[in-house]
């Protein structure tokens, strides 16, 4: 199993370019995420979605649109860069599993996407 | 909302020592899990302890532990026998266990191991 994978790693776009991030897994994961992390701070959720077809908000989502047409892939656009998109991007999937007293919502990570607006 | 507060940004170990790392939480909602993440200069996530709100016991993981204080809403990750490797940011994040169930991450805390 390769996990989580994205591409690019890396990007560098000039203002006002627009490009697609894709994220894919191969675990059967119902729930997918995009967060972003920027110096000093935490991930953030960007756009999340429940299952294949649906996409909703989270906390960042101005400027970014996403889709999710097969199960497997959370495409994340960006229209028209800004320098406030440099960030690092990480996308995420999750299943839920009976645990002691609960379920367990474990996420995995894909490595991340570096990008640059300049 | 909820909301994950990590008061040390940065803390220094010795090798071999055990180190507590802080983690408070706000939430409204009774059930819910906590996370910890460390993350390598690298940069990858990587996934170390899970604690839901109904476990009654600490969840551990090898040389973490997560020290759960339900009442107090604190969550702190527990190194024992710290190690080289072990420098890096560390994350405590939590997830409602109804409706889009993503993760709320703290500022993190930057531990470094020192020989």
């Known amino acids: 199993n390769a996990g989580v994978t994205q591409t690019p790693k890396f990007r560098v776009l000039k203002t006002g370019q627009s490009m697609t991030l894709l994220c894919a897994q191969d675990m059967n994961h119902e729930y997918m995420y995009w967060y972003r992390q920027d110096p000093g701070m935490g991930l953030r959720l960007i756009h999340y979605?429940?299952?294949?077809?649906?996409?909703a908000k989270g906390e960042v989502p101005d400027g970014y649109n996403v889709s999710r047409l097969k199960k497997q892939n959370f495409l994340l656009g960006l229209e028209s860069a800004a320098p406030s998109q440099t960030s690092v991007y990480f996308c995420a999937s999750s299943y839920s599993k009976p645990g002691t007293g609960g379920f367990s919502y474990e996420q995995y990570f894909g490595p991340g996407t570096r990008l640059t607006v300049t | 909302a909820q909301k994950i507060t990590q008061t040390q940004p940065g803390m220094f170990v010795q090798e071999k020592e055990a180190v507590t790392l802080d983690c408070t939480y706000d939430?409204?909602?009774?059930?819910?899990?906590l996370f910890w993440y460390k993350q390598p200069s690298s940069g990858e996530m990587i996934f170390l302890i899970y604690q839901g709100s109904y476990d009654e016991q600490n969840a551990t993981e090898g040389r973490y532990s997560l020290n759960f204080q339900k009442a107090r809403k604190s969550a702190n990750l527990v190194i024992s026998a710290s190690q080289l490797g072990d420098s890096a940011m560390y994350f405590c994040a939590m997830t409602m266990v109804a409706g889009r169930r993503a993760l709320t991450f703290g500022s993190g805390t930057r531990l470094q191991v020192q020989p």
């Open positions: 939430t409204s909602d009774q059930s819910y899990g």
């Open positions: 979605s429940v299952g294949e077809g649906t996409t």
